[in-house]
């Protein structure tokens, strides 16, 4: 079946612009999760979403972030008032079942964001 | 606060064996993960140890020791596709994964 998919795949956007990054999880895993990856750097959580709810936003970096799930399926993750720290490439990942389930995530290829 | 460290390079011949260790501090822990990445792609899973013990896939192993904090991804027969980032992951409450800052292997000729 279809694997994890996300649009952009590249977004270059001016500093102090919004930008929405979306995410289409494997059809019926529960569990979907958004990553942050600086080059050459490891992978940054930044929230976690079971279902619709989000139990788990510590990962984001401020509150230019947010991000929502509905339909216990697509998730868009929105940046507000973009800045070159934000320049990164943006991971989604999927998984059948949180908590000790969570830890074969399925990952999307990901958008590489530039902030210029 | 959560933490791991591992190995930022690695290099060995084809053929061989390398071993990449991790180590983690953490305030809540259900298992280690182990994931490869090539240059531009995704995170792909390759292993994970819930128990203390090795868990053994095709040429690929991984041991964790909960009481030392401490585990390792063991690749066998190493060929050149093997090249990539290999990221040690503790899986925490809630599901998600806290990786470490990745080993990047290279497989040489």
């Known amino acids: 079946g279809a694997g994890v998919s996300q649009s952009p795949s590249n977004k270059v956007t001016e500093k102090g612009k919004d930008v929405e990054l979306r995410c289409d999880p494997i059809?019926?895993?529960?569990?979907l999760y958004w990553y942050r990856q600086s080059l050459g750097q490891g992978l940054e959580f930044l929230i976690y979403?079971?279902?619709?709810?989000?139990?788990?936003k510590s990962g984001l970096p401020s509150d230019r972030f947010s991000a929502e799930r509905t339909g216990g399926s697509v998730s868009t993750l929105t940046i507000q008032r973009t800045q070159q720290e934000d320049s990164a490439v943006y991971l989604c990942?999927?998984?059948?079942?949180?908590?000790?389930?969570?830890?074969?995530?399925?990952f999307g290829p990901g958008t590489r964001l530039t902030v210029t | 606060g959560q933490s791991l460290e591992q190995p930022s390079e690695v290099t060995a011949v084809e053929g061989a064996i390398v071993q990449i260790n991790c180590t983690y501090q953490?305030?809540?822990?259900?298992?280690l993960s182990w994931y490869q990445q090539h240059d531009g792609g995704a995170p792909t899973f390759l292993s994970y140890?819930?128990?203390?013990g090795l868990e053994e896939t095709g040429r690929f192993s991984s041991f964790l020791s909960r009481s030392d904090s401490y585990g390792y991804l063991l690749l066998q027969e190493l060929q050149m596709k093997d090249s990539a980032s290999y990221f040690c992951?503790?899986?925490?409450?809630?599901?998600?994964?806290?990786f470490g800052q990745g080993t990047e292997l290279s497989v040489k000729p």
């Open positions: 990942a999927s998984s059948s079942g949180g908590q000790a389930g969570g830890y074969e995530q399925y």
């Open positions: 059809s019926g895993h529960t569990a």
């Open positions: 979403f079971q279902g619709n709810s989000a139990p788990d």
């Open positions: 953490t305030s809540g822990f259900y298992g």
């Open positions: 140890n819930a128990l203390d």
């Open positions: 992951a503790v899986s925490s409450p809630g599901g998600k994964l806290i």
